[in-house]
C-alpha cells in the first residue's frame, strides 16, 4: 500500500508534499507428524516508509535563502501570515523521513504426553529504523512587526548550524524464549505452570551518532558514542502459575486462580 498527498505553501513558493508505504511478507508452515504434536515455523518482513518533503515553485524562495546551497527558511512576522508554511506542515522541520523494517522468525511447539500438555517457543526479531529530521535547516526568523522585518530587526531565531546532520541509522535485536506445561492433576483440576524468558540488546547506531548523559545528576558534557541506556533486559525472566478447580466436577462451579511477572 502506498500513498501520496501534495498541496503548494499559501505564497505559492513551494510544493509540499506527504509520502507512506507500506508492505508486509508473511509465511507459515505447521507440521503434525502425529495426532499429539504440533510444530509451527513463521518468518514475516515488514517495512514502513513516510516522508515530509518539499519543491521550491518559485524563485523567491531561492533568491532569499538565509544559507548557501538551502532554499529560503520561515519567516513569522505579527500580523502576516507565515511563510513557508502549509497545510501538510513547514518547511522549518522538513525534509523529514522515517523508514521502519522488521524481520521476524519463530517457532513454537506443542506436545501432549499422558496428563501434560508440553509447549515451548522461541522467536527472534530485528528492527531496523533509519530516520531524517532536518529542524530548522532552511532556518526561521521571527519579528514583531513589519516595520521591524524591513529593519532587519529579529525578535528570535531557530537555526541548525551549517553541516549538521540528523540521518541516523537505529538497530535492535530482540529475542524471547518460552516453556509451559498444562497439567490435569485430576479430573477437575488442572494447574498450569510456566516461563518466559525475553532480553534485548541496546538500540545502536551505525555510525555511532549517538550521545547522552549517563548519569543527567554529575555529568558536565554528554558522552558520544556508546549506548543509549543502561540495558537490564538480562534479568527478564518471567514466571507464572495459575490452577482451575472445579468443585463438584459438574461445571457449574469452577474456581479459577493466576499469579505471574509480566
Not at 61 to 84: C, E, H, I, N, W
Request: aromatic share 12%.
Amino acid at each position: 500500500d502506498s500513498g501520496e498527498v501534495e498541496s503548494p505553501d499559501y505564497f505559492g513558493a513551494y510544493q509540499f508534499a506527504n509520502d507512506s508505504r507500506y508492505q508486509i511478507l508473511h509465511t507459515e508452515t505447521k507440521w503434525l507428524p502425529g495426532a499429539a504434536n504440533l510444530f509451527n515455523f513463521r518468518g514475516c518482513v515488514s517495512e514502513v516508509e513516510n516522508g515530509n518533503r518539499y519543491d521550491v515553485v518559485g524563485a523567491v524562495a531561492k533568491r532569499l535563502s538565509f544559507f548557501p546551497g538551502r532554499t529560503a527558511g520561515a519567516l513569522r512576522v505579527v500580523g502576516l501570515d507565515d511563510t513557508g508554511n502549509g497545510p501538510p506542515g513547514t518547511i522549518q522541520s522538513l525534509p523529514r523521513g522515517n523508514s521502519l523494517r522488521d524481520y521476524q522468525f519463530q517457532h513454537d511447539a506443542s506436545f501432549i504426553r499422558g496428563a501434560h500438555i508440553l509447549r515451548y517457543g522461541a522467536g527472534y526479531n530485528q528492527i531496523r529504523l533509519n530516520q531524517r529530521a532536518d529542524l530548522y535547516a532552511a532556518g526561521s526568523y521571527r519579528f514583531n512587526s513589519i516595520t521591524d522585518l524591513l529593519a532587519g530587526r529579529t525578535r528570535s531565531a531557530d537555526l541548525m548550524a551549517p553541516g549538521s546532520d540528523s540521518t541516523r541509522r537505529y538497530r535492535q535485536h530482540m529475542f524471547h524464549l518460552f516453556a509451559q506445561d498444562e497439567w490435569r492433576v485430576a479430573r477437575n483440576f488442572n494447574l498450569t505452570l510456566g516461563l518466559r524468558y525475553e532480553p534485548y540488546s541496546t538500540p545502536s547506531e551505525l555510525d555511532g551518532k549517538v550521545a547522552t548523559f549517563l548519569d543527567p545528576v554529575t555529568d558536565q558534557a554528554p558522552t558520544v558514542g556508546g549506548a543509549l541506556f543502561q540495558n537490564r533486559s538480562r534479568g527478564n525472566v518471567a514466571p507464572r502459575a495459575a490452577l482451575a478447580w472445579d468443585v463438584s466436577g459438574t461445571g457449574r462451579t469452577v474456581i479459577r486462580a493466576g499469579s505471574g511477572i509480566f
